[in-house]
């Protein structure tokens, strides 16, 4: 029988979500694999996890097409990009999480792709006097991550509302780097 890697994936992804600590035991029956079968298809938890990367970074740079950051103003895109990452926050909270992943010179270009991307996002919005421009393109890149991040995890835990997820991450995001008028 052949063994369904992006079922394994997800299945792995989702479990992993909601607890971060799951053994492989654990990802092999959520998968529905025996953990042999699992292990044939990585080779322990930093290949499943370096696996796991690889998804969290196809969904992302699929979710920055979707939501096509140059048109309209800089505000309406940084809401559409919640919007399409809202569907793989939860992995991207894990991996947010997996420091093995950002140890040393071997981040990977993936990362810095999307980082590039939304930083990019981010200085638009400076350029055309929408956001304010004392907060760094990088920061605010950091700080929409950390967002996502901590809405997911919120959302997981039952904290609050998954349909008030988008408007408070954009809330908070967007009402820290709006730029104000000085009196």
Known sequence: MAVDRDHVLRSAAALLTRKSTATMDEVAKAAGISRATLHRQFAGRDALVRALEALGIAECEAALDRARLDDGPAGEAVR??????EPAAGLLAFLYS????????EQNA????????????????QDSGEFRIDLSPTW??????????????SVLDGKVARNDFQFMIAELLLGGALRREEP
């Open 140 to 153: 605010l890149t950091e700080a929409l991550y950390g967002l996502l991040a901590a809405g997911a995890w």
């Open 110 to 125: 993936g990362w810095a792709r999307i980082d590039t991307r939304v930083s990019t996002l981010f200085r638009r919005g």
């Open 80 to 85: 559409r990009l919640i919007r399409e990452m």
């Open 98 to 105: 997996e420091n093995q992943l950002f140890e040393g010179e």
